[in-house]
T-cell receptor
Framework: DTGVSQNPRHKITKRGQNVTFRCDPI?????LYWYRQTLGQGPEFLTY????????KSRLLSDRFSAERPKGSFSTLEIQRTEQGDSAMYLC???????????FGPGTRLTVL | QKEVEQDPGPLSVPEGAIVSLNCTYS??????FMWYRQYSRKGPELLMY????GNKEDGRFTAQVDKSSKYISLFIRDSQPSDSATYLC????????FGKGTRLHILP
């Protein structure tokens, strides 16, 4: 399978704990995006990388959230001191520079108790 | 007013019917229009995209954009139970803005 992969698929954590999610984009894609989707809503943009550079961050991305893409391949999204409001599906997408088509992964569903 | 408005449904139609899904938008700077399909507990899958006003057809799916009215539509012909999913309209200038999605049920 050469699509976008995300791990873990599900994460249940207690409020106040830190969590980290991983995204592996399609191999030749240099752009990588993170979105958050809550029940009954469309995905909301969080941040995106072109290669290893983080070029844009949404105001939704509070200082408890940090994303990295150290070698321009896979990316991690960390949430520190999780809150119940962080419960959502976290989606990763990738695209090739110069194209407009983003391909989404299956998402990581986070539940904060 | 949200930038992209989409009726969340649910919309239930009998198998074989023509389905019409719609979105309106407020920002005339949007240049690229997309429809995604999302099955339960899965990521969105791109169905169709277009840059211009008019119709674009792909098999049973037709995407329609009316920039003068700021209105986009997706038509599904000969609908099948496997089309049951949430359909998200999306559009972009730099980043993608999604509608809430319309839940569609095709009744066998």
């Amino acid at each position: 399978d050469t699509g976008v992969s995300q791990n873990p698929r599900h994460k249940i954590t207690k409020r106040g704990q830190n969590v980290t999610f991983r995204c592996d984009p399609i191999s030749e894609h240099n752009r990588l995006y993170w979105y958050r989707q809550t029940l009954g809503q469309g995905p909301e943009f969080l941040t995106y990388f072109q290669n290893e550079a983080q070029l844009e961050k949404s105001r939704l991305l509070s200082d408890r959230f940090s994303a990295e893409r150290p070698k321009g391949s896979f990316s991690t999204l960390e949430i520190q001191r999780t809150e119940q409001g962080d419960s959502a599906m976290y989606l990763c997408a990738s695209s090739l520079d110069g194209t407009d088509t983003q391909y989404f992964g299956p998402g990581t569903r986070l539940t904060v108790l | 007013q949200k930038e992209v408005e989409q009726d969340p449904g649910p919309l239930s139609v009998p198998e074989g019917a023509i389905v019409s899904l719609n979105c309106t938008y407020s920002n005339s700077a949007f240049q690229y229009f997309m429809w995604y399909r999302q099955y339960s507990r899965k990521g969105p899958e791109l169905l169709m995209y277009t840059y211009s006003s008019g119709n674009k057809e792909d098999g049973r799916f037709t995407a329609q954009v009316d920039k003068s009215s700021k209105y986009i539509s997706l038509f599904i012909r000969d609908s099948q139970p496997s089309d049951s999913a949430t359909y998200l309209c999306a559009m972009r200038i730099d980043k993608i803005i999604f509608g809430k999605g319309t839940r569609l049920h095709i009744l066998p």
